[in-house]
């Protein structure tokens, strides 16, 4: 069962440029998140969507955007990339909203210079 | 304004005793709370969760504690394997709000 992929593994970007992380669950989840984590700071959530269609804000949105065109992907994109958004990034989802268990992919390293 | 709390950034325990990992919040509208494990290069893993209404959850070697009044949780681990070698995390919620607060993690090193 693959669960959760991400993709890319990592990557190195130049600031200003455009990327967009990709992340696809196959467990028919509703509700799906992404998170960066960043040393001394825990996991933060950057967007969040309950159901296909629908997306929210979470505690670090800016500089970020995601859409939810179906249940089972959601892309995050960073439109001009700044050296503050280095970070691995980990997308999760889980079965209706943030009241059940959040299942993990493996993350994407991301380093922006 | 961190609102879940790990001070303790890592800790070292031998194998075979009781590893205990502490997390404080300040939100009194927090009711549900869970611990994840992390390895390296993964995602984080759902380890355990525990309700407000309770003050104790168990599962297995595993045991989280809630004390609400001094808005404390902790995981204990009996016996510590060197399998839990790992970066642990809580995390909190409250009722009606999408948003799970993680704390910043403790690494947990037990020495064979």
């Known amino acids: 069962t693959a669960g959760i992929t991400q993709a890319p593994t990592s990557q190195i970007l130049a600031a200003g440029r455009s990327m967009t992380l990709r992340c696809t669950q196959d467990m028919r989840h509703n509700a799906m998140y992404w998170y960066r984590q960043d040393l001394g700071l825990g996991l933060r959530l950057i967007h969040y969507?309950?159901?296909?269609?629908?997306?929210g804000k979470g505690e670090v949105p800016d500089g970020y955007s995601v859409s939810r065109a179906n249940t089972d992907d959601f892309p995050l994109t960073l439109a001009s990339a700044v050296p503050s958004q280095t970070s691995v990034y980990f997308c999760?989802?889980?079965?209706?909203?943030?009241?059940?268990?959040?299942?993990f992919g493996p993350g994407t390293r991301l380093t922006v210079l | 304004d961190q609102q879940v709390k790990q001070n303790s950034p890592s800790l070292s325990v031998q194998e075979g005793r009781i590893s205990i990992l502490n997390c404080d919040y300040t939100?009194?509208?927090?009711?549900?709370f869970l611990w994840y494990k992390k390895y390296p290069a993964e995602g984080p893993t759902f380890l355990i969760s525990?309700?407000?209404?309770?003050d104790k959850n168990e599962d297995g070697r595993f045991t989280v504690f809630l004390n609400k009044s001094a808005k404390h949780l902790s995981l204990h681990i009996v016996p510590s394997q060197p399998g839990d070698s790992a970066v642990y995390f809580c995390?909190?919620?409250?009722?009606?709000?999408?948003?799970?607060?993680f704390g910043t993690g403790t690494r947990l090193t037990i020495i064979p």
């Open positions: 969507s309950n159901t296909a269609g629908t997306t």
């Open positions: 939100n009194s509208m927090f009711d549900y």
């Open positions: 999760a989802s889980s079965e209706r909203t943030v009241t059940d268990t959040q299942y």
């Open positions: 995390a909190a919620r409250s009722f009606g709000n999408e948003k799970l607060t």
């Open positions: 525990i309700s407000s209404i309770k």
